[in-house]
């Protein structure tokens, strides 16, 4: 199995890096989030603070590189980079699946504190991987790594595609509610590809959980991923539900106004969408597969310069919005289209009018 899970890692990995993984017919709806441009905005650039604190770290932007890889030789150097960037840019970073971890106490690919120190590190495991762990073993696992959180990953529409996947799910809530209990370590519940609804979300804060990262629909699908790994029934099924999920903005309206933070991950690209996302109501941003294509470009530097563009665009649509900080970003006025309305449930606190 430790064989398997490294194989497949490097996988995902190629495929994320090259092939067309995306969602062929749905898109995250951040294009149908506008901001009312402020012409008279009464701010220097300098002056706008993207400051946020999560899960009781501050970051100098509300910018997460999120949850890719992990457990291999290569995963090892991709992270030690990416790490090194969220240092150096005051932001968070995210491990993929620790599975291999847990399951063998390798700590390759997961040691990056001594080259980010301070980050934000989220550390990560399936809820099914989760369920059948001991909350000591977790535990150490989390601690052995430096993680200040951790992702439990809630991924069955990935899992059914994959040929060696899960099949039983039972028990989530529970597991959730246990670890929360027991782990002094606090747990994000976190999806990966498909969106977070708000029956799922409000099941979670029942469960005790605090933070959700949606990872919603419209950048890149796992399905599909699994698809092209796949062969037989596999692959067909995967091509049926290759687009399937909830989009990234409809994810994020969906868990709005439940006491929740809110990490917005998929198909984030620009400093914009990141924009539209923390007006919607995200408390921070991830992006995942367009730095690991930076970084496959470029390497460190390429990530990096990346997201410096991605934070001084966001920067960019804050003065543009005469929004000083984040709060006052929150309290700007939207205006949503017509799918995306459709998303809003009736007793979100959103401020929006519909488009057109």
């Keep these: 199995m430790p064989e398997l899970i490294q194989s497949r890692k490097d ?8 092939a067309p993984v995306g969602f062929r017919g749905r898109s995250t709806l951040l294009e149908e989030v506008e901001l009312v441009h402020d012409a008279l905005p009464e701010l220097a650039l300098e002056e706008v603070d993207l400051s946020v604190s999560l899960l009781g770290r501050r970051l100098e932007a509300p910018i997460i590189i999120a949850a890719m890889t992990g457990g291999t030789e290569r995963a090892a150097e991709i992270n030690r980079d990416l790490a090194t960037v969220a240092e150096s840019l005051g932001i968070g970073f995210a491990f993929g699946s620790q599975r291999r971890q847990l399951l063998r106490g390798s700590s390759l690919g997961f040691e990056v504190r001594d080259v980010a120190p301070s980050v934000l590190l989220l550390g990560n495991i399936g809820v099914v991987q989760a369920r059948e762990a001991s909350a000591a ?8 790594a430096g993680c200040d959180a951790l992702c439990v990953h809630l991924n069955p529409a990935m899992e059914l595609v994959q040929p060696e996947g899960d099949l039983d799910f039972r028990e989530g809530v529970a597991t959730l509610q246990r670890l929360v209990q027991q782990l002094e370590t606090p747990i994000i519940a ?15 804060v029942d469960a005790g959980v605090c933070v959700v990262d949606v990872s919603g629909a419209g950048g890149t699908s796992w399905v599909g991923v699994e698809t092209l790994r796949a062969s037989g029934d596999h692959a067909v099924r995967g091509d049926v539900f290759w687009d399937w999920g909830i989009p990234t903005a409809a994810s994020v309206a969906q868990c709005d106004g439940l006491g929740l933070q809110c990490i917005a991950t998929g198909g984030l690209a620009t400093g914009l969408d990141a924009l539209r996302a923390l007006a919607l109501g995200a408390s921070a941003c991830g992006y995942a597969r367009a730095v690991l294509q930076a970084w496959h470009r470029g390497g460190r530097d390429g990530a990096e310069a990346y997201l410096r563009r ?8 804050m003065l543009l919005t005469g929004s000083r900080d984040l709060a006052a970003l929150r309290r700007q006025p939207l205006l949503l289209g017509r799918t995306l309305e459709r998303w809003v449930p009736p007793d979100a606190p959103l401020r929006f009018r519909l488009m057109g």
Aim: charged share 25%.
């Design 310 to 317: 991605v934070i001084a665009e966001l920067r960019m649509g």
């Design 190 to 204: 976190k999806e990966t590809g498909c969106g977070i609804s708000r029956s799922v979300a409000k099941r979670l």
């Design 11 to 18: 996988q995902h990995l190629d495929l994320c890096i090259g």
């Design 137 to 144: 073993a977790l535990e150490s696992m989390v601690r052995s």
